[in-house]
């Protein structure tokens, strides 16, 4: 067994274990016997396991494969390690988009809700676009923009949580990104997207590889770049935005998972892929649990604790970056 | 003589045209939108003839007048403080916002109000101070903002970041101690709500001592602008000129975080218009800029109260809106 595969099982069993944890953890603690039976056979905990804390952990796990899948492909094209989906305001996009939607509109289909949040996911990045387009800026510059970007989408979230005043814990979803009140019904919508788009990102893996050589050396060994490009700054952006459209704009995993990722295997995204979806999968179970355990029965975002643990790495980024 | 070399007639004309749009916003927030149909004869009545009875009067006197007066004071220091961290570090995209100087003075206050950690009895603009200080203490370090070759897009990365991770801990206290939750979500974005005169009263003494300070450090920051070493060499103490200034700067922003919460960006655009309109001497520009800022807050609280007219969207947010497209200009222009 080498390395690679070491690390990949490490970090399922972790996620696994993880889960279990998660699972009997809460307002109400349970024992480990009674969770596996509850998951197998239903019972009296029937609606606590499988009705409220099953669906949350799978959503977790989901919308922590996507937001890592997408930060890996937005990091690989664009070849800035300050670049992430929530960085990028993208993320601030789709969430505007969501939002307003399901404020303004409450009745609107589940199913309906990720699409509304791809086309703000993808407004926001053809902001992004137009602007470095037009001027260019350095790679430390695209950063700054985009983190603008994503402030001014950030108060107009607020701006129309005011306008529509809804109860604090949904409001907080918006805001910071929070898996409160999500059950099954937010699964379905989310899960389609993610099994097109996780395999066609590693399909888009070795050309990516090619792609960190330059974009001349990737052409001449037979990479269409600007296609590349295309299909994964769209993957990522479509990615980024399902999650959003679940949970809100949860910060920080689709930086820290990548760089994580690539700390542990190396640069290869064949290789990073899964790691970096495991490890965004960790990043949002784990956050989710300690937002379900720190203060029980009162919820915190679990977007607030990954910016307390993704704020301090952005800075040491900042310190390890020499490209300004 | 002296006068009109720091007064030309150009300059002259656009500090009054500040004035008047200053005056105007703060006329017009004195009577605008109101359940009670205020007029500006109200106001003028008010100050010509003031007559007890009248519930008009009544109204804007114990209403509104120290609001909007305070709604100007925030914006003059959230002016000149901005300036001054401009004029420091002589980075446009410098502001009390975007150091996490607010958002540290925040976090501390809601910390301290909520009790969730009292701070050993200090009163509220106290531990604001505190706050204020941790918070840009906390770039400056992280930022590189100490070393000799310091990056002004690195520094503001780092504020970015220490405001978001702030931000994030105001929010999980927040959640912590649900019962008062909603109230400071609202002051956490900076509102002018719940403005009587005794915030006014809280506000004037420190703001002034900060002008003051402010004031101090005019012929300094000048100096500056030609490079630290020049300005030393000019008989310019540097190191108790940036005492002074981090000082003014940590005064003003925390007792304006103190009365009304983080009011975002008003720091960084104010500047910004006073420098266009001004010039760069900082005798000329520390009243634009700190007129600029006022105006700047009473017409977004005018704008706040407007938009859905019995309820009041936080004021921080409307100058947010503003600020961050303005923001974006700066980033992108400042590339050339």
Redesign the interface.
């Known amino acids: 067994m080498n390395r690679y595969n070491k690390i990949l099982a490490i970090s399922f069993v972790l996620l696994i274990i993880l889960s279990v944890i998660s699972l009997s953890l809460g307002v109400k603690s349970l024992t480990l016997e009674t969770v596996f039976n509850t998951v197998i056979n239903g019972g009296d905990e029937d609606f606590i396991i499988n009705q409220y804390r099953l669906p949350r952990i799978i959503i977790s796990i989901l919308v922590g494969i996507g937001l890592a899948v997408s930060g890996v492909l937005t990091q690989g094209i664009i070849r800035n390690p300050?670049a992430s989906p929530d960085l990028m305001g993208i993320s601030g996009g789709a969430g505007l988009f969501a939002c307003s939607s399901l404020l303004i509109w409450p009745e609107v289909h589940s199913a309906l809700l990720p699409l509304i949040a791809i086309l703000g996911g993808f407004s926001a990045a053809f902001l992004i676009w137009l602007?470095n387009h037009f001027?260019h800026?350095?790679p430390?510059?695209l950063?700054?923009?985009g983190?603008?970007?994503s402030?001014?989408l950030t108060?107009?979230i607020?701006?129309i949580l005011?306008?529509h005043?809804v109860e604090?814990n949904s409001?907080?979803i918006w805001?910071?990104g929070s898996l409160w009140g999500r059950n099954w019904d937010y699964i379905w919508p989310l899960l389609p997207w993610l099994i097109i788009l996780v395999p066609f990102s590693f399909y888009l893996a070795w050309s990516l590889d090619l792609s960190a050589l330059g974009e001349e050396t990737a052409t001449s060994l037979g990479v269409n770049t600007e296609r590349l490009q295309v299909l994964a700054l769209s993957s990522a952006v479509a990615l980024a935005s399902v999650s959003v459209a679940v949970c809100g704009t949860i910060?920080f995993v689709g930086l820290l998972a990548p760089h994580l990722a690539r700390l542990l295997v190396g640069p290869r995204h064949k290789l990073i892929l899964p790691i970096a979806a495991l490890t965004g999968a960790l990043l949002v179970l784990s956050a989710d649990t300690l937002s379900r355990n720190?203060?029980p029965p009162?919820?915190?975002?679990a977007?607030?604790l990954t910016?307390?643990l993704g704020?301090?790495y952005?800075?040491f980024l900042?310190?390890r970056?020499k490209g300004? | 003589m002296t006068l009109s070399f720091l007064f030309p007639p150009k300059k002259l004309m656009s500090v009054f045209i500040l004035i008047t749009v200053l005056l105007m916003g703060f006329v017009c927030s004195l009577y605008g939108q109101s359940e009670f149909s205020l007029r500006v004869n109200d106001v003028w009545n008010l100050f010509v003839s003031y007559d007890k009875s009248n519930i008009n009067q009544q109204i804007i006197l114990s209403l509104r007048l120290p609001r909007s007066l305070t709604a100007a004071v925030i914006g003059f220091n959230l002016g000149i403080a901005g300036l001054l961290m401009q004029g420091l570090t002589r980075n446009p995209l410098a502001s009390p916002t975007l150091f996490a100087i607010s958002s540290g003075a925040a976090c501390l206050t809601a910390l301290n109000s909520l009790t969730v950690a009292s701070i050993g009895g200090l009163s509220n603009e106290a531990v604001a101070f505190v706050g204020a200080l941790t918070g840009g203490g906390l770039v400056f370090l992280l930022g590189g903002g100490l070393s000799s070759n310091q990056n002004a897009l690195r520094l503001i990365l780092a504020g970015i970041a220490i405001n978001g991770l702030l931000t994030s801990l105001t929010r999980a206290v927040l959640i912590i101690a649900d019962d008062m939750a909603y109230s400071l979500l609202h002051w956490l974005s900076g509102s002018l709500s719940g403005i009587d005169w005794s915030s006014w009263s809280q506000l004037w003494p420190l703001s002034l001592l900060g002008l003051f300070i402010a004031t101090s450090t005019c012929r300094g920051l000048n100096l500056n602008a030609l490079g630290e070493q020049t300005a030393a060499s000019l008989g310019v103490n540097v190191t108790w000129l940036r005492i002074r200034i981090c000082l003014a700067v940590l005064i003003l922003t925390s007792i304006s975080v103190t009365v009304a919460g983080p009011i975002a960006f008003v720091g960084l655009i104010a500047p910004h218009l006073a420098r266009s309109w001004c010039g760069s001497n900082h005798f000329m520009l520390l009243p634009a800029a700190g007129l600029s800022g006022a105006a700047l807050v009473c017409w977004a609280d005018l704008v706040s109260r407007n938009i859905i007219p019995p309820a009041e969207t936080p004021v921080g947010i409307i100058t947010a809106l503003i600020g961050t497209p303005f923001f974006i200009y700066l980033i992108l222009k400042g590339k050339r």
């Open positions: 300050l602007l001027n800026p350095s430390a510059r950063a700054l923009v983190i603008a970007v402030a001014f108060s107009c607020n701006f005011v306008l005043p604090m409001a907080m805001l910071t910060g720190l203060a009162l919820e915190m975002p977007g607030v910016a307390v704020a301090p952005f800075i900042l310190y970056y300004w």
